[in-house]
């Protein structure tokens, strides 16, 4: 490694080669390896490429569009924001040139897998959004379960007798990943429908009596969960190409 000046402070020079103790003193370094061995592998893969072409015109675009956005129309005013923030055009450029690179490539590497993946997770991805009345003996589970069956409110009875925390909520749980909740529950969900009782289960030596709400569904059509989905395999297949390199650190 070249020990030729990294950085000046207040005038002193600060080699490569003593950024790279500094990172190791203050165990930063695995992080520091870790998103220059990243930005080496995505960047490699980009240039390997031929279908990653950007037009032109969607960059400039997005450029106007930012300036316009952050009111940095006026050249000076850029020039200050671009020196502010410890970059220059052409940098900036290229920032922006990557992101929709990036975005390209992760489409492309996990467009046949995303099918595939998405079925794997389904099942912590559909969510279900539960009431529950929790006590600590059978009987009294069944004595409301029989209340609320002839009538009476389960949100009333929720907040009188209730030992769970969203008692205060009526019994009403939020959301709640279908792949979270215990297996006895999850078969009593999946065999039941909104608006219907499920029958006591004892939890953690308490017991729950339990009305489903409502089933939440995930879909592959949602742009919000196939892009977190997309973001996921990328991150595993980068994580594969860089556990796959041979890398030397080398200090003068």
Same mark, same amino acid.
């Given at each position: 490694?070249?020990?030729?000046?990294?950085?000046?402070?207040?005038?002193?020079?600060?080699?490569?080669?003593?950024?790279v103790?500094?990172?190791?003193?203050?165990?930063?370094?695995?992080?520091f390896?870790?998103?220059?061995?990243?930005?080496?592998?995505?960047?490699?893969?980009?240039? *390997?490429?031929?279908?990653?072409?950007?037009?032109?015109?969607?960059?400039?675009?997005?450029?106007?569009?930012?300036?316009?956005?952050? &009111?940095?129309?006026?050249?000076?005013?850029?020039?200050?924001?671009?020196?502010?923030?410890?970059?220059?055009?052409?940098?900036?450029?290229?920032s922006?040139?990557?992101?929709?690179?990036?975005?390209?490539?992760?489409?492309?590497?996990?467009?046949?897998?995303?099918?595939?993946?998405?079925?794997?997770?389904?099942?912590?991805?559909?969510?279900?959004?539960?009431?529950?009345? /929790?006590?600590?003996?059978?009987?009294? $589970?069944?004595?409301?379960?029989?209340?609320?069956?002839?009538?009476?409110?389960?949100?009333? /009875?929720?907040?009188?007798?209730?030992?769970?925390?969203? !008692?205060?909520?009526?019994?009403?749980?939020?959301?709640?990943?279908?792949?979270?909740?215990?297996?006895?529950?999850? *078969?009593?969900?999946?065999?039941?429908?909104?608006?219907?009782?499920?029958?006591?289960?004892?939890?953690?030596? !308490?017991? $729950?009596?339990?009305?489903?709400?409502?089933?939440?569904?995930?879909?592959?059509e949602?742009?919000?969960?196939?892009?977190?989905?997309k973001?996921?395999?990328?991150?595993?297949?980068?994580?594969?190409?860089? &556990?796959?390199?041979?890398?030397?650190?080398?200090?003068?």
């Amino acid at each position: 490694m070249e020990s030729s000046s990294f950085l000046t402070v207040n005038d002193q020079e600060i080699t490569l080669a003593e950024v790279v103790k500094y990172l190791q003193i203050s165990g930063r370094l695995g992080n520091f390896m870790s998103d220059v061995l990243r930005q080496h592998v995505i960047e490699q893969e980009i240039s *390997a490429r031929t279908d990653i072409e950007i037009s032109s015109t969607l960059i400039e675009q997005t450029i106007i569009d930012f300036r316009l956005k952050n &009111q940095l129309t006026d050249a000076q005013k850029f020039q200050e924001w671009l020196t502010n923030n410890g970059t220059d055009y052409t940098t900036f450029h290229t920032s922006i040139t990557l992101s929709f690179q990036l975005e390209k490539l992760k489409a492309l590497i996990t467009e046949s897998k995303l099918p595939e993946y998405f079925i794997e997770k389904k099942i912590y991805l559909d969510r279900v959004i539960l009431s529950r009345i /929790l006590v600590d003996s059978r009987e009294l $589970a069944e004595e409301l379960q029989t209340q609320i069956e002839e009538g009476s409110s389960f949100e009333q /009875l929720a907040k009188e007798y209730s030992l769970a925390d969203e !008692r205060v909520f009526n019994g009403m749980m939020g959301p709640i990943s279908r792949g979270t909740i215990p297996d006895i529950l999850r *078969a009593a969900v999946d065999s039941t429908s909104p608006g219907k009782l499920i029958n006591p289960i004892e939890i953690e030596g !308490r017991f $729950a009596l339990f009305r489903l709400e409502q089933i939440l569904p995930a879909s592959l059509e949602d742009p919000q969960l196939q892009q977190s989905l997309k973001n996921e395999l990328f991150e595993k297949w980068l994580g594969d190409k860089i &556990q796959n390199l041979t890398v030397k650190i080398q200090l003068d």
